[in-house]
């Protein structure tokens, strides 16, 4: 066990646990942070991403011990408030959820895939969020949700708010 000190979502926290547990694993269990969900435990259908320092990542095969000194955003810290960050706002206006357990973890990763290219194509979005799996078969709106945050013009930040 070792007292790990991490940065979530612009607030501190401190665990005692075995620097080799996944960031997933204390999310949920230690913090209560339930936004990421655990899919495959094998860093493959994308349910768990989160952002690192910017960059998506799975969270449950990424170890504790290696995430110290960085910056980590989960679903619950992109909205400001009451308002959405402009992918979550696109994600509800054009239904591109269904039972809604890949969201959290495609969201993540369009978020980063905006940050890196805030005019992507069709293409690129494809190929970006092509590690994330969706069981019920939205693809085509979550792509047009994407789209759409992309050229709404503020898809780094909630909406109304400023970073």
């Known amino acids: 066990m070792a007292t790990i000190r991490l940065a979530i979502n612009q607030k501190s926290y401190s665990v005692d646990v075995d620097p080799q547990t996944s960031l997933l694993t204390v999310l949920r269990e230690y913090l209560d942070l339930t936004g990421s969900k655990y899919g495959c435990g094998e860093g493959q259908c994308g349910a768990c991403t989160v952002l690192i320092d910017g960059k998506a990542q ?54 980063a895939l905006l940050k890196k290219n805030p005019s992507p194509s069709e293409s690129e979005i494809v190929d970006f969020m092509d590690g994330n799996i969706c069981r019920c078969g939205t693809y085509p709106r979550i792509v047009s949700a994407i789209q759409n945050a992309a050229t709404s013009g503020s898809a780094g930040e909630a909406k109304g708010a400023s970073r």
Do not use: N, P, W
């Open 58 to 111: 799975r969270s449950c095969v990424t170890r504790l011990g290696s995430v110290g000194q960085k910056q980590i955003t989960t679903i619950e810290g992109l909205a400001h408030g009451d308002q959405l960050h402009a992918v979550q706002r696109a994600f509800l206006d054009v239904g591109a959820l269904q039972c809604g357990y890949c969201t959290s973890g495609m969201i993540m990763s369009a978020v």
